[in-house]
């Protein structure tokens, strides 16, 4: 309202002027915005103070704003790929479930993974040492985790539109995951001197050689010749494990046990240790497992190991306690490799206790 004297303004209330007393300009507004009341006398002489809203009203119009901004942040997460079917840790909280049976360790679509709790963690890119990736492959990963007194298993599922499972041309990469895990003050960049970190690390080669035997030059290359090599002489189209020790003499990487050259792989799963960026080696001994399937454009990966460890500064892990946790996933089809990768934040793993 506005006075016709003074021609101060007010909100709703009397006809009069609370300052001078005199008449409005204009008529009163019988519908009130948001129900604004003036404190005092109405039409009184003096000047109103803050305004007051009503209980009912201030609630409605709270739920209303409440709504649309819901329904704007819901819009925006909705057009960035934000909104899962479960909510995204921003690290694992991983717990062990027991269970007093064999693991599932070579079926990564057992029911048994029920009995896990799944956790979906959210990915991120690796920009601490080069190779850097500037945004992560899969937005997420899924977790679960069994043991059974004796033996651990993880099971990782991530979205991969292209299976990519063979290594043999240069410009080809691999498919792979990894979980790490160490002591509970371990820290994020691959541990340290003072407290290393095992390295449970999946291969999609790996578990192709596996499943179809050693993939050489033919699998990339199926109309390329054999040519003359006298030690291989009467020998046709020979396969690494045919070569006779005259020959073998000149593959350097088979003959000294380079893990990336040999021609029979007892699991998809290599166990390594890191102390710190850079500093990853194979373990002598190499007895992890696991298992992994590629469907419907989703990796599904089992990895495994024993609780007790097998090699000096290798993390033994024991129910009832926790654990510095965390996961690593490869794009094969983005030239995943090495430290280039998506990395989830450093969180827990908890291995229940046995009942």
Known sequence: MRCSKCNKTWHVGGANCPYCGAPAAEPADPHPVWGYVIRGEEGGGQPPGPPVISRRRFIGGLALGGAAAGLAAAGYAIGRGLLTEEPVAPAPQVTARYVGRELPIDDPYSPVWADAPAQRVALQPQNVVLPFKSTPGPQALTVRALHNGREIAFR???????????????????????????????????????????????????????????????????????????????????????????????MPAVAVGNPLAQTRRPSPVEKLQAMGPGTIYTLPTQDARGRGSWRDGRWTVVLARALAASDQGETALQPGQSYAFACAVWWGAAADRGARKS?????????????
């Open 156 to 250: 990782l599922e991530w979205d991969d539109p292209v299976r990519d499972e063979l290594t043999i041309k240069t410009d080809q990469f691999r498919d792979a995951c990894a979980v790490f895990f160490g002591s509970p003050t371990a820290v994020w960049t691959m541990g340290s001197p003072e407290e290393p970190v095992t390295v449970l690390h999946w291969k999609a080669d790996w578990q192709k050689d596996i499943d179809h035997g050693f993939q050489d030059l033919e699998a990339a290359f199926p109309n390329a010749t054999f040519d003359f090599y006298p030690p291989l002489v009467g020998v046709a189209r020979p396969a690494p494990d045919d070569y006779p020790p005259q020959a073998r003499q000149w």
């Open 343 to 355: 990395i989830s934040q450093l969180g827990t793993l908890w291995l229940e206790a046995g009942r």
